[in-house]
């Protein structure tokens, strides 16, 4: 079987005339219509605290430094280390939970990291200089990277196939609305108190839902995938019994088993199986959703908006309450793109956001290049309110279809067994890669100017957009193990991994005739 895509480029359509691993049973599996458990729900939601976290103490900080300058006495340079030294240490937040989740279990992460967060936040609001702030936005950042390489999993795992687009994408939605929950935060405590301190304030707030966090993971189980590679199958089937249909169950369970059985003849993960080359090939290709997320420069945005508002002619407080626009679209188009995983297919989705975004960027590029900073000796306005236009326009691309896909393509691409250390090394990726962007993005800005940092930007864009082209694979309408034979089949180019892709096609499709 020829790999319909691969990394030098080739890109083929399958020449199955029925896909053997899509489920054609309509009463079961991903292509079922039975309505999501409430627990399901509860779960879902509860988890997703972390992605509020996330968004939050990544929003919070855009508004902060417009106040923490003076007491904490900010140069350009530590103004960029109190930035982005979170996602220094989300970078390997995301490394260690990722390996440590596949060992101590999804749930335990979850809650090791709500602790984080509540230390982090308090550190952060109390730091006497900046020393200290660097050091509690390092840690901050753990549980950032933490919770964005442990919650999309735990999810996916948990979820039902055919509802699992969108409650991973309920990890989007609750990111952009802590961030929207930052700006808003920001604009309140500058016009309510707005004194020096206020950021203190702004910094604290995060405490609240990490002690939610907390409490609320105490109460829920793991995820029946890990208990069944623990080989704890009773817990997974009481899982599974209050997450899917009855005539559901034995179904799925029999599947994780069937995965499971062939992965432990294979013994524990080892990052040495990365040289095996199909594998090394599914993690390049993570590596490259991860990584073309951010450089599209979507965090430059969020981080630095007021900056960059600010610098084309707006005032403070005007700048702060462009940002909230900035959340609320946000919020908004999440919602957008959790409607659209339920249409689409992901490969399409990622598409439709690398390429909007790309078109986004030159517009925002242009406009700061072409018309004039100041008209009568005043800031231009038109120049400014076009600016914020175009950060709108780039945050409905981003926000309502690549950023949702992203998260959801990470957590169904890796197989069980190595999930958490392949979801841990992606994550662990584009944290790197938003940590370097918004380091360098005051130094850009400084030495090309706004319109020269943002043609840089969709230079990166045009080239995340022929990656997706040639790399990104579809995995709509299938469960996670299915998922893991097409990507293996799709791959493995060998003489074995052929004649291992023949043996699966012929039993899927006697399975697939039995359950009709």
């Known amino acids: 079987m020829a790999a319909p895509f691969s990394l030098n480029g080739r890109l083929l359509e399958s020449f199955m005339t029925k896909e053997q691993y899509l489920t054609l049973n309509r009463a079961s599996g991903p292509n079922s219509d039975a309505p999501t458990a409430p627990f399901v729900k509860v779960i879902a939601i509860i988890a997703t605290l972390g992605g509020l976290l996330f968004g939050y103490d990544t929003g919070v900080i855009s508004g902060a430094l417009l106040f923490m300058g003076s007491e904490l006495h900010l140069t350009p340079l530590t103004t960029g280390l109190v930035t982005s030294s979170l996602l220094f240490g989300a970078a390997f937040g995301a490394l260690l939970a990722g390996h440590m989740a596949n060992a101590a279990g999804r749930k335990k992460i979850i809650i090791y990291l709500a602790v984080i967060f509540a230390i982090g936040a308090v550190g952060t609001a109390m730091a006497p200089d900046v020393s200290w702030m660097i050091f509690f936005r390092l840690v901050l950042g753990v549980a950032v990277g933490g919770a964005a390489a442990t919650v999309p999993v735990y999810i996916a795992e948990i979820a039902p196939a055919n509802k699992r687009g969108q409650l991973v994408t309920l990890q989007e939605l609750m990111i952009v ?46 995820t029946p995938r890990w208990y069944a590679m623990k080989g704890r199958l009773a817990e997974a089937r009481r899982v599974l019994d209050r997450t899917r249909r009855p005539e559901d169950v034995e179904w799925e369970l029999m599947e994780i088993e069937e995965t499971l059985e062939a992965q432990r003849a294979q013994g524990k993960p080892r990052l040495r199986e990365l040289l095996t080359p199909w594998l090394f090939k599914l993690f390049m290709i993570g590596i490259g959703i991860a990584v073309i997320q951010q450089m599209t420069g979507v965090n430059t945005i969020m981080y630095y908006a007021p900056t960059v508002l600010t610098a084309v002619g707006m005032s403070d407080n005007a700048a702060l309450v462009a940002t909230v626009a900035n959340g609320v679209v946000s919020v908004l188009m999440t919602f957008v793109g959790i409607w659209m995983l339920g249409k689409i297919g992901r490969r399409t989705m990622t598409m439709i956001g ?19 900073e100041t008209v009568n000796g005043q800031p231009d306005a038109l120049r400014g309110y076009m600016v914020l236009a175009g950060m709108l326009m780039f945050l409905c691309f981003q926000q309502g279809a690549l950023s949702p896909v992203t998260w959801l393509l990470l957590s169904e691409i890796f197989p069980t067994r190595l999930r958490g250390i392949f979801m841990g090394g992606a994550v662990f990726s584009m944290w790197i890669a938003n940590f370097l962007i918004s380091l360098f993005f005051p130094i850009l800005l400084a030495w090309v100017g706004l319109s020269g940092t943002f043609f840089i930007f969709a230079a990166f864009g045009i080239l995340g957009a022929t990656f997706v082209i040639k790399c990104v694979p579809e995995t709509r309408n299938r469960s996670l193990e299915q998922i893991e034979h097409y990507l293996h089949d799709w791959l493995d180019n060998s003489p074995e991994g052929q004649r291992r892709a023949r043996e699966r096609k012929a039993y899927r499709g006697q399975m697939d005739k039995a359950r009709l």
């Open 177 to 222: 609305s802590g961030q929207l929950l930052a700006y808003i935060s920001n604009a309140s405590f500058h016009e309510l108190w707005g004194g020096e301190s206020t950021w203190r304030w702004m910094l604290a707030v995060a405490t609240l839902p990490a002690v939610l966090l907390w409490f609320g993971m105490m109460f829920m189980p793991d």
């Open 354 to 372: 690398q390429f909007g975004c790309t078109a986004c960027l030159v517009f925002i590029g242009a406009v700061s290049y072409l018309l004039p």
